[in-house]
């Protein structure tokens, strides 16, 4: 039975440690950021679907290449559930700054297909809901790992290694992760796939960065469970400076992490595909967060939230 409007919701994404390498089956942290986040709304409308979101405002199978993922997926989402492409209008609204590692394309394929399920009224199990995401992000970042459609789908703290079994973890950690996004748009799919080509280029000093970026991971589990605040941030200075040496880095990332650290960040790091998008630096308190939040600000960050690493509750 129809419904006249489905409601779905998903939250952002953080990887804390192992981006890039988890995509070589290293494993990776990644924490649910629950400070933004995705709703879809579908309702009905005669006609063809349409689409209604910040990028576009039309037919949905007229929509342009960087919305193909999502229209492939509510297309065969329809289809598995024996309905017709036509009779309703998807709305989209976030607060997840697009393209900036955060988790927007995840979040937007997974509260569509939460909405969905709801306007249709038909089960859509949480292995579906991760399965369908997997499909949009397929066609948005060409071979993802599928750690953000793991992490925002299941909404825990996660311990990724692709192609296992998702492991939680507790965080334990008195701290806070500041998070900056650096106004620029993250570019995933070609930092993924220019460092593939590095990789076969280099192989030995390439497959050791990898291997190192995964240890670092390791000992940050370790570390968060611990609640071994330096640990963790001397971690996170070490990766950032593998994934620089990798290139997934740039100058203006390299500038906010770099100004992080001489306010007094006990680390620093990108976070998610890089080339643009955001860093994340850790502190001691609150306090510390805002001060160093605002002194990014300075510097060009173009948002910035504090994130409690206790209870995963955003603390702005
Ligand atoms: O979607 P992003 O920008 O957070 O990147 C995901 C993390 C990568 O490891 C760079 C890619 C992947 O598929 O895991």
Redesign the pocket.
Known sequence: MEKNIGVGRALGKI?LMG??A??YGQPALALPFPAVETKAFISKRPGPVQLDCIYYKDELVKAPDILLGLSEMVKGIVEAYGEKLEGFEIRIESTIPPER?L?SSAAVALATSRALYKYFNKPLSYEDQIKWAGVSEKIV?GN??G??SATIGGEEALYYIKGQPFQSFEMKLDGYLLVADSGRK?Q?KE??SSLRAWIEDNPVEGEGLIKELGDLARLSKEAVENNQLEVLGQAMNQAHEILDRLGVSDPGLNQLVGQARKEGALGAKLT??GRG?AIIALVKNKEDGLKIGAKLKDAGARNTWIYNLRDGKDDK
């Open positions: 990887i981006e890039h988890v995509v590692g988790g970042h993802p790992s750690i953000d993250g995933t930092a993924v998610g595909g998008g």
